[in-house]
């Protein structure tokens, strides 16, 4: 049954507290959106696609919200509304910190689209809260308006005050809660601010009665011990947390240790061992090493668990390194789980590759490039632009080699040439190694890492006389073994003519390849 409006009055200290409630939901909203692509990560990872598909599921759920909590203000309660909306997002949240996992990895099981994957979890995820929490401003607009000479004033207020809250909780979780707390810990307690916030309302209206309370109670009691422990997929972690950039993780198994960032292997290091370059992509990078006559300058972006540099430290320790990487988490990792501390030869910057290739006066000898995973394709270190920067920090005589993680697809062949064909506006000589994953390793049948090596100059690394300044530096003790055995068995692709990819076009989904 319709209500019509008529004029109420509220001590002054309820507009105050209709106010916290805008706030608060406003914040809660865009705090659990950010999260979602915390949630989403382990699995699709944190692309374009995903993005896209959060802030898309987000803004339908609060369209259809604003709708939805406006008709039912018109026919009940506004209280009574505001009860129910907020309970109703504060215990799906709960559950979300408890199962959402879960819900994550079986999504991913039902379809493997980069598209309809992330747009899935992030419905069962976020699509609840979202639509009840929208629907709380209508509902308060309805109930806080009293005065309708002033409506316009009114409900401007209002709306202020909830987009402002919605600033604090995307600035507050982005910088600092989202690090203090962890993902799945700060989803449950915004469920706890949900439900107390729900049980507070539901005492404004005044139709608390016992026999309504104590199960209520207890079922949001229990729903609060189930969002504190949660259901976890992952295999156990020696260590995690969420940095500003992605989610680490660390775990053992068999004797190797495993650096995983959001959903990806980044580094594995053979714990008996721990120097030995442990996957063969990174044994056969240092045969760049031939490529110069007397290097001295050395640089690598992308770090990963150190590997790289803790190998270079070792066995080619006149060779003086700096080593670039964004996120300073894995920097910590790095000197904490996989033994890379950097010696005085040795200078770690926690920059932007880009940035750092900007502000550089330095040149170097050698350049390695590995910064792109299976799934996660910085576009702006692929991009003509970025090659360009590349070549001028290079030395005349100067040799970069980077890493592509690929596959057998036709979607990899296209991402492949592409950045083949981009790295080529920079550097006219490159040459292609595909070296397959370890055995050892569970990875996609036909997965294999690409190694571009790329210069001004023609390399000729099939010629005998590489091959013998291979052999001697193996005799040094200064190159890998199996770099031998690369250099005579790895194939080497033909690549047709790719796409261009520069810094104001490059498709995501070339970039993406099978991911």
Known sequence: MMTTPTKQSFPSWYRWWFFLTAFTTGGVVMALEILGSRLLAPVF????????????????????????????????????????????????????AGIGQPVVFTVSQWTADPRLGPCLAASVLLGVPAFCLSGVLPALLRLAIADMGHLG?????????????????????????????????????????????????????????????????????????????????????????????????????????????DNTFHAIMWQPDPIRLALPYSQMMMAVLGLHPDPKEGLILGHGGGSLAKWLQKYWPQLHMDVVVMDPSVVKVAEEFFEYTPGKDHQVFVQDARVFLRHTEKQYDIIWVDVFARHQIPFHLTTEEFFAELRKRLSPKGVIAVNLAASDSELDRMRAEAVV?????????????????????????????????????????????????????????????EVFTFLSSAESPEWQPGLILTDDFSPFNILLGSG
């Open 421 to 481: 064909s981009t790295m080529k506006t920079s550097f006219p000589h490159v040459e292609t190694f595909s070296i397959p994953g370890p055995s050892w390793l569970r990875t996609k049948k036909g997965s294999a890492n690409l190694i571009f090596f790329a210069a001004s100059d023609p390399l000729n690394m099939r010629s005998p006389e590489f091959a013998n300044t291979t052999i001697e530096l193996l005799n040094q003790g200064k190159m890998p073994h």
């Open 45 to 96: 990872g944190t692309s374009l696609f995903v993005w896209g598909a959060l802030i898309g599921v987000v803004l339908a759920a609060m369209s259809t919200g604003y709708a939805a909590g406006g008709w039912l203000a018109d026919r009940r309660s506004p209280g009574v509304v505001l009860t129910t909306l907020l309970l109703g997002a504060g215990v799906w949240t709960l559950m979300l």
């Open 153 to 261: 004033r009114h409900t401007g207020g209002m709306i202020a005050v909830s987009t402002i809250g919605s600033l604090v909780g995307t600035w507050g979780t982005s910088f600092f809660l989202l690090t203090w707390m962890g993902s799945l810990k700060l989803v449950a307690a915004l469920g706890v601010v949900l439900v107390v916030l729900g049980l507070c309302w539901w005492v404004w209206t005044g139709r608390v009665r016992a026999l309504v309370v104590i199960p209520v109670v207890i079922c949001l009691g229990v729903a609060i011990l189930f969002g504190f422990h949660p259901i976890l997929i992952q295999p156990p972690a020696i260590y995690q947390e969420d940095s500003p950039y992605q989610q680490v993780r660390v775990r053992d198994e068999k004797g190797l240790r495993f650096l995983v960032l």
